[in-house]
């Protein structure tokens, strides 16, 4: 069976990158011919919901940001895109088209006997508002059309947006999304019942991904911080909080251009897909503040705090997955005064998560095997 995968996947983002990889291999598992539709996210189609003020800002922001990496940075901002596009070649198998546009998609649409989409943020309304490319309407029809662990990274959609969503919702023939939230969603739009299923890149194993990882040169106990955003006060000061205890270096990948100078702190700034997953695997901590650090951590039954935000719509993906897993104990609040050290529960019950893992992980190629069978 051909099978075409619609994901986010060519953006410079850790999880997003992971994940597609993830998808594709675990499907490929079942002996299914997987590729990833080379659709461009995001196009011109995401952002006319930004204001002028907004992309103006984003725009000057990233051109000073580019500015200052090619006049200071260019040899580590080289390596980073070098390590991402590496990593990419190395993973993906995708089609034989590329898609730059939503009509080019629709003109056009690559053949296959099924399409999935997930996982990651999907159907976030930045993504899916303007775009039902993300609930597969250009999938010819008669063909089997499957959500794999799609997330809508909020725990409401706007009212506006309730026919879209609908509409794309059932128009699919499997729904499974990737948190609580997103079941009680998808009951809310459309009455149906969504399959909870894990996140891609817990199907595969620690072993799995650690015959993918480049590993840093670093040979001592080191706290690894890493968030989507490229700045957390405090995130680095629970590192360092923690380091006064530990006496362990603090590694954070991420960061702004300012951070290079930073003395306390080594800042990774050219990591790539792989070398994240060695950075994690070697860390003696984990401090995270996004879904995909903290489902790592858990996977490679690392000691680790998971940061929220205070957020619901942001703290819903880590919440729910930590609730799941029997992790809840590890989350700490940004804003919350430093906490005792000995009352931080680093440790998760290994065998008890590894445990639900299994599990888990079973169910969701169960899914998967019922779906496209």
Known sequence: ????????????????????????????????????????????????NRSLISELKARSL????????????????????????????????????????????????PICDAYVVGSDQVWHPR????????????????????????????????RELFDNYRAGLLS???ISVREKSGVKLVRELT????????????????????????????????ILCYGANSRSTYMERLALHIQRHTGWKIVRINGTFF???????????????REWLGYMSNAALIIGQSF????????????????????????????????????????IVCGEPMPDIKSINFFPEKPRTESILCELRESSFEFLAKTLS
């Open 172 to 174: 699919l023939d499997f």
């Open 62 to 109: 990233s051109f000073a940001n580019s500015a200052l990496k090619d006049l200071i940075l260019d040899r580590k901002y080289s390596t980073y895109c070098r390590n991402y596009a590496e990593s990419k070649k190395a993973w993906y198998q995708l089609s034989e088209k590329g898609y730059p546009t939503r009509k080019a998609l629709l003109e056009n649409a």
């Open 292 to 331: 995909h650090a903290t489902a790592f951590a858990v996977n490679f039954g690392k000691p680790f705090v998971s940061l929220l935000r205070g957020l619901p719509d942001h703290d819903s993906r880590q919440r729910d997955f930590l609730d799941m897993v029997g992790c809840g104990e590890n989350i």
């Open 191 to 222: 009455g149906r019942n969504a399959e909870l299923v894990l996140d891609p890149t817990l199907l595969l194993t620690r072993e799995e991904w650690m015959a993918q990882a480049v590993f840093p040169p670093i040979d001592k106990p080191y």
């Open 1 to 48: 069976m051909k099978v075409g995968l619609l994901t986010i996947h060519d953006i410079y983002n850790y999880g997003s990158v992971l994940q597609a990889y993830a998808t594709q291999r675990s499907l490929a598992s079942l002996d299914l011919d997987t590729y990833i539709i080379d659709y461009k996210y995001p196009n011109a189609l995401h952002k006319t």
């Open 259 to 273: 951070d290079a100078f930073d003395r306390k702190i080594d800042y990774v700034l050219d990591a790539g897909p």
């Open 127 to 158: 993504s899916a508002a303007n775009d039902p490319s993300f609930f597969l309407d250009f999938a010819p029809a008669g063909c089997r059309k499957i959500s794999y662990a799609s997330s809508f990274g909020a725990t409401s959609i706007p």
